[in-house]
């Protein structure tokens, strides 16, 4: 049985709310017949307008209309979230008075609308008017209170709701700062290793998904080093607390086993005495160089990235088990042998360098592997800024990332 085919401009067209879609600049670049008959305007006038030229603030009893949705406007860019505001009064310019403006009020909701890099590059604009409803609850009486009155108090509570918002937003943005200095604090600080390497902590832009992400480098006698990569579900204080212990569990199982997997196993026990470290993902790599091997064992992690000195990628993905805590009973984790050539480079990193919502890893790591082809030759401090700079998105990652770069 054939599915019927979708016209979903018709939907759109017919959709009973007011519905505005806006790119990154604030522009119109498409409007439903709901969101012009509000507007009052032909869908012509509109597009291609920014919105708040059409919509300009009320010079003469500002609400903060204009300040209030372009601020929701700018989270939804930066974050990538949906944002419902608290009823909104914002005075409309008349069209047949310019200069004179009507009291108004609405409900809206902005939401990101992501294009085929995973960025959001359009923001739909969910407006319904509510003025009418004020107006005839008032009018209907509410015991000696006008319409006026009425609406006042609507108004009131309104931003009563946008000022608990505001507090909630400071509280997070507080609670951000602390964590991410605790993170500072318990992440190793950039040292002189045996070999060229460079790391990098990259936080989550204007969210509390931080710090659940670690990485850590040991030096190994006989010429060795032992290098991991591990990310803790969870965000905020608690999992820069558990991410402090576990960091430091692997690296001290680093040196007292003798492979990645044993270190993993060793981690995996002691992780079950820790609140919070359930589902917690790491990757342990031990690089021999005058061998020139790489032992590595996966916890339910992304796979390192291997070029050679040609540019040639592959994944060590051959030695993959489940995250931290995800079996009742202790198992022997897998460990793979991977060879390596002088002048190669070993990239070990976090999902946030990966991941998009709405996607399938494997395109994230496509992208990874076709950027280390890239810039394969240049030195790990700049390669880490090259990575950086074109994988993750250009309104900043919704999640942390933490990298290594590695010259063999």
Known sequence: MTEPEVDYRAVFEALPSGIAVLNRRLEFVGVNDAYARMA???????????????FPDNPFDSHGGPRTVGASFRRVLANGERDSLPLQRY?????????????????????????????VDYVVHRVEEVTAFIRTRGAAGQGDRGPRELEGEIYMRAHELQEINERLRTAHAREREVALTLQAAMLPAPRPVSHRAAVRYHPAVGALNVCGDWYDLVDLPRDRMAVAV?????????????????RSALSAASRATTGPAEALEAL??????????????????FIDWPAHTIKYSSAGHPPPALADSEGRVRFLDLATDPPLGARLDHVTRPQATARFTDGSTLVLYTDGLIERRYEDIDEGLSRLASALARHHAL???????????????PTGATDDTALVVLRL
């Open 40 to 54: 009052e305007r032909d869908p012509e006038e509109l597009i291609g307008q920014y919105i708040f030229r059409i």
């Open 91 to 119: 005075d409309v310019q008349r069209t047949d008075r310019p200069g004179a403006f009507e009291e108004r009020y609405w409900s809206i909701v902005n939401i990101p609308l992501r294009g085929p890099s995973g960025s």
């Open 230 to 246: 591990g990310d803790v579900v969870g965000h905020g204080l608690n999992a820069a607390g558990v991410m402090g212990q576990l």
């Open 268 to 285: 995996g026990l002691y992780s079950r005495s820790i609140e919070g470290a359930e589902a917690t993902t790491a990757v342990s790599a």
């Open 379 to 393: 030195d790990p401090d700049p390669l880490a800024d090259v990575l950086l700079s074109e994988l993750l998105p």
